[in-house]
């Protein structure tokens, strides 16, 4: 079994941009806001708002960005339900429209096996651009760690919120929004409207029942 998760409002339980803003005082984290929102809601180009975002922080010091990824709140409920997809044999794939800065400890916090994100770029020890591994078809970061690992759309749960999140829903035949906007949730096989992935763990075992064994 292959569970794929966005990160930020899904895995963690903010936005990262917005808060590093903050940084820079209420005007800019209002800037940063609705350019993300815009994205979110799929109404601007994802790539392009992203290099936007990023190149309105430009200068913020290395320090305060990795201070304030570290500390980032984990999703309510989301160390519950890793932990007990890991203990079912389940692979756990996040893949994330933001940064290796806030995913990295996902491998050790929630047990993620592979992790998919982008690279901001530090010179001089702050901030000053955006490497794009992940643009805005997340599913074309994951498919071939799906096709080279064998699993199935059956096999397959997708657990996201964003429109940019869309085109995973190909690569499986049962999909989750969480939280999510209009689109995700016209889509999704299932909706949980509450910040808690615990809530997860009921509907994994009612869909899957004896199908959970390790891959």
Known sequence: ?????????????????????????????????????????????????LKERVHALRGIQYDDANKIAQNLEIMPGAKELCSFLKNHGATLVAVSGGFNIITDRLHTELQIDKIFSNDLVFVNGKLNDVVINVTSDKSASVK??????????????????????LKLFALSSFTIGFCPVDIIRNKANVTIDEKDLSLVIPIIKEKFKIRLNPH
């Open 144 to 165: 071939k760690f799906v096709e080279e690992n064998d699993f199935s759309p059956e096999e397959t749960v997708v657990i996201v919120d964003g429109a940019n999140d």
């Open 1 to 49: 079994m292959l569970v794929i998760f966005d990160v930020e409002g899904v895995l963690l339980n903010a936005e990262y941009l917005p808060v590093l803003a903050k940084l820079l005082g209420p005007e800019k984290e209002a800037e940063i806001w609705d350019i993300t929102n815009k994205g979110i809601r799929g109404e601007i180009n994802w790539e392009e708002g």
